[in-house]
């Protein structure tokens, strides 16, 4: 029988639950500070930039929402009643969209932070066969944050696409909730990507080759982000737990292209000379 080479073995390409990824999370102070410090900071900056948002958006329709209609005849009484509905309507989405928009300018400020957080639950999971990168720099924090602002991009272009979409019976919901779910994997993966100095094209490509896995990692993501006004605070919480989730299953895939995974049969993990 031949002799197998003397190799370490590399991490498992099994699926990774999400329930081992919280344990990880908890079970490693630097992982569980840094994703408590994420989510404070995720918070604040996102309720900062709602308050912002909404105080410009008031500003530029003071003069409609304080110029009540005449209701002496029944003509004004129906313009009247229109401009309660119209208010109470402008109230509700713009405080949407104002939420959306802080999130957006929150997840991009923070993509450093996340990036960070990213490499080090990659680190502990890969061990010795974790590929450094080039370290802290001002440059790759710069990187890090344009990167962050083409997906932010990215996602609006998806929003567009399902509000469009979502007119079609049926068939427009459920294309909705994928569109959602492939784009709240693109948020995660990014950051183990990004290190690779992945382009957003070669992203978009990795999620149409395994999307089986990119479908069970976004899905939870996905339906948390549908719920109005709560799922900022939601994805707030969960996004630090999430970014390890999806690094550890990424880290997995793309850990098993330079060792593969194979059967007892005479194969093993690690590269081959």
Sequence with gaps: MEKQPNVTPA??????PLSR??????????????SLALFLITILLTWIGYLLTVDFMDSLTA?????????????????HQGWRAGSWLFVIVSRIVAFYFAFLIAYTLTTPGYAFL??????????????ADAG????????????????????????IAAILVNFIPGVGQVAVV??????????????????????LRRKIDWLRTHNGIALRIGLLP????????LN?????????LLTIHATLNFSAIELAKNYPVTSPGGLFYGKRD
């Excluded at 994928?178 to 995660?188: Q, R």
């Design 11 to 16: 991490p498992s390409t099994d699926w990774i």
């Design 21 to 34: 990824s919280f344990i990880l999370m908890l079970s490693r102070k630097q992982l569980f500070g840094w």
């Design 63 to 79: 003069s409609f929402m304080t110029t009540t209609p005449v209701t002496e005849s029944i003509w004004g009484w129906i313009k």
């Design 118 to 131: 990213s490499k080090a639950a990659e680190k502990l999971h890969a061990g010795e066969h974790f590929a």
């Design 136 to 159: 802290f720099t001002v440059a790759g924090v710069i990187r890090d944050i344009l990167e962050g602002m083409k997906i932010a991009l990215f996602g609006i272009g998806v929003t």
């Design 178 to 199: 994928l569109l959602y779910t492939f784009y709240s994997t693109l948020l995660f993966i990014d950051y183990p990507a990004s290190r690779r100095r992945w382009s």
């Design 222 to 229: 996905a339906l948390i982000s549908m719920i109005p006004v």
């Design 232 to 240: 900022i605070f939601a994805i707030a919480l969960l996004f630090p």
